[in-house]
């Protein structure tokens, strides 16, 4: 279970990330657009996910059992290609239902200290 | 984009999903979770078969967006619950209906409510956009 004293704790990111063309096209091309480089508007899971996982499994949580439950995003300035990302990972909760553990994670996706994109994944780590 | 009004019904479009859809999101994504691509070990752990990535399901929907909107820059705000799996066999094309209800619009922008399903079953639930307009 997830230590109680996590929730509401800010972990910022330590990498940053430069978007590429070819990340937005592959990932737009997967979605059935071909040739562009303007982001979809999930694109922004490419990068808030693998913070949230690296996160959640450093604090004991198993990622082998977990189901997306709800996302959200708000979008302030469309990712495009050569913008450095830092992303910043909240705990927003953590409760357990019947078992299942379901966290929500905020994540802030910055570029130069601006939010450009804010990603909320709620999980669930099935018992 | 023609001018949207509160109450207006959305064409619905189909969006097809495959094994190789899966594994071409799983590449471009990252998401390598092996119950997206592979039946013997979706099955061991308790799913009926192979299914999709929740984001891959999502991001059809974003296409059915930025497409209402007119480009992806005009997606304010994306939400959704992930509700039912989408189930993908092998050598089956999955059929994903989505459309949508303009419920609000201001001067600025319009909020949508969507709707997908496959084989007739809500496999979002909540869904909804801010577009600008």
């Known amino acids: 279970m997830l230590n109680p004293d996590l929730v509401g704790r800010t972990f910022e990111g330590v990498t940053s990330t430069t978007i590429s063309a070819e990340s937005i096209a592959a990932f737009a091309l997967a979605l059935g657009e071909p040739e562009t480089t303007l982001a979809p ?3 922004a899971i490419t990068i808030s996910l693998e913070q949230s996982q690296s996160l959640l499994e450093g604090s004991g949580l198993d990622w082998n059992r977990v ?3 709800d996302q959200k995003f708000v979008i302030n300035k469309q990712l495009t290609p050569g913008m450095v990302i830092t992303c910043n990972s909240t705990i927003e909760s953590a409760r357990v239902v019947a078992g299942n553990e379901i966290v929500t994670v905020r994540s802030d996706l910055l570029e130069s200290g601006n939010v450009a994109v804010i990603s909320w994944s709620t999980l669930v780590f099935r018992a | 984009m023609s001018t949207l009004k509160v109450g207006d019904v ?3 479009k189909t969006y097809k999903i495959n094994r190789a859809s899966l594994i071409a999101y799983a590449n471009a994504s990252g998401d390598q979770n092996p119950i997206h691509q592979d039946e013997a070990f979706a099955k061991s752990v308790g799913l ?3 299914i999709a990535h929740g984001m891959y399901t999502m991001g059809l929907v974003g296409q059915y967006i930025s ?3 007119g480009s992806s820059s005009k997606v304010a705000e994306f939400s959704t619950r992930f509700t039912k799996p989408v189930v993908v066999p092998a050598d089956v094309d999955v059929e994903l209906h989505v459309s949508a209800t303009v419920v609000e619009v201001s001067e600025t922008s319009a909020r949508l409510e ?3 399903l496959c084989n007739d079953v809500k496999v979002l639930g909540m869904t909804k956009a801010v577009i600008v307009i």
């Open chain 1, 41 to 43: 508007p999930t694109f």
């Open chain 1, 67 to 69: 189901v997306h439950g």
């Open chain 2, 10 to 12: 959305l064409p619905t």
């Open chain 2, 48 to 50: 009926e078969n192979v």
């Open chain 2, 67 to 69: 497409n209402v909107a």
């Open chain 2, 114 to 116: 969507v709707t997908a």
